[in-house]
């Protein structure tokens, strides 16, 4: 049922899509305004009319569609990305994960969706300007309860978490430069996820890898090639984004020592 303060996803039919919080007012559209607060009560996927007649179709909205509806002014995330990284981690409800850099947020929207209801995602960024707007595009998405973004250039003042972190996940230009502070930030045997365009940066990524106590390094990239969805002349679309990024993955590795108040 859909209900007030809701997160909801008002879909067209010529394909348009809103992304609105649930209250009692007058949501404004191309095709006119839709009021809102007489969606309460009724079945997501219901169809409503605006007051010029056009139908929308409301739906709660995906991860996806959430981290697809954030503002961006830094490099997008694409899905497949986001949901091999998440699997990978392991991310899931009640886990920690430290992560650098926030830029706009669309990472962090996914990465906080993962760990509801009672994760925490603390989320790191150099520049204020994007600290802000990941602020705003994770309260559009009704995450920002799980999130904490602390400005800061990590390379010069690391992590606060120490052994804490669950999960590392760095998406910035010179991971291979923040791979001490991350290790520092890392429960014993955590994963770590980081994402890099090119190659050069994977390279650089594994030399740092190598100099610290990091186990199961892989490296991997990820393609996707959508269809037309026609029954009777089924065949892939012309184009695809050939080219979105790399992923390395490893794990921390505790040497040895036991600690005093383990059980022999
Ligand atoms: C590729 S963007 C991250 C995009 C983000 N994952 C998203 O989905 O919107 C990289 C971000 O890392 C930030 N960054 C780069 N170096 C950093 C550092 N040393 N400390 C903190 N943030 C840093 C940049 O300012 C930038 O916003």
């Not at 305004?33 to 605006?50: N, Q």
């Not at 209801?117 to 790191?124: A, F």
């Not at 520092?184 to 990524?205: D, I, Y």
Request: hydrophobic share 40%.
């Amino acid at each position: 049922m859909i209900q007030l303060g809701d997160r909801a996803l008002l879909k067209s039919e010529d394909g348009r899509e809103y992304l609105v919080e649930i209250t009692h007012r007058r949501f404004s559209t191309q095709h006119g305004f839709v009021e809102l607060g007489d969606l309460v009560g009724s079945p997501y996927g219901t169809e409503v009319k605006s007051h010029l007649g056009k139908r929308f179709f409301v739906f709660s909205p995906t991860v996806e569609e959430l981290v697809r509806h954030t503002k961006r002014q830094t490099q997008i995330i694409y899905p497949k990305e986001i949901g091999y990284l998440v699997t990978k981690l392991g991310i899931s409800s009640g886990m920690t994960v430290v992560e650098c850099g926030t830029g706009s947020g669309g990472l962090s929207t996914a990465l906080a969706w993962f760990l509801r209801p009672d994760g925490r995602l603390i989320t790191y960024e150099a520049r204020e300007e994007f600290a802000e707007l990941a602020g705003k595009n994770l309260a559009k998405a009704g995450l920002s309860h799980l999130v904490t973004i602390k400005v800061r250039d990590v390379v010069e003042d690391g992590f606060d978490e120490v052994e804490e972190a669950d999960a590392v996940v760095l998406d910035m230009r010179t991971p291979w430069d923040l791979l001490p502070h991350a290790f520092k930030a890392m429960k014993g045997g955590a994963p770590l996820g980081v994402l890099v365009p090119t190659t050069n940066q994977v390279s650089e990524t594994l030399r740092a890898l190598k100099e610290l106590p990091f186990a199961s390094i892989e490296v991997c990239e990820l393609m996707l090639r959508n269809w037309k969805p026609v029954a009777d002349r089924l065949r892939p679309d012309d184009r695809m984004v050939a080219h979105t990024g790399f992923l390395v993955f490893a794990r921390k590795v505790v040497r040895g020592e036991k600690r005093d108040d383990e059980p022999c």
